[in-house]
């Protein structure tokens, strides 16, 4: 299996920056992609941004110009760093990664316990 665990979490001011970070582990062939999901008390679960292997990144438009999202490929660690934080973006973060076990060659798709982000004066 593949486990996933996040840090970063906490909390911020409006208009303060934190960075997010989540490192997979396991048996696993290939991570095809990896990102960032959230959600808030009493809505869905978002998309916030996803980066797959080929690079290709997406965005969801209301971090669009705050957010990034990067990749250390050597130690199966993403990363998403945060500006411009407004109390919008309070929500619980979650890490996503998806790709091909080791062994069995199966899709996987793996999820981080999550990480609280609250923005508030």
């Known amino acids: 299996q593949v486990q996933l665990v996040e840090s970063g979490g906490g909390l911020v001011q409006p208009g303060g920056s934190l960075r997010l970070s989540c490192a997979a582990s396991?048996?696993?062939?290939?991570?095809?992609?990896m990102g960032w999901y959230r959600q808030a008390p009493g809505k869905k679960r978002e998309l916030v941004a996803r980066l797959t292997s080929g690079s290709a990144t997406n965005y969801a438009d209301s971090v669009k110009g705050r957010f990034a999202i990067s990749r250390e490929i050597a130690n199966n660690t993403v990363y998403l760093q945060m500006n411009s934080l407004n109390p919008e973006d309070t929500a619980v973060y979650y890490c996503?990664?998806?790709?091909?076990?080791?062994?069995?060659?199966?899709?996987?798709?793996?999820w981080g316990q999550g990480t609280q982000v609250t923005v508030s004066s």
């Open positions: 996503y990664a998806g790709g091909v076990l080791a062994g069995s060659y199966a899709d996987f798709h793996s």
């Open positions: 396991g048996s696993f062939f290939s991570l095809n992609a």
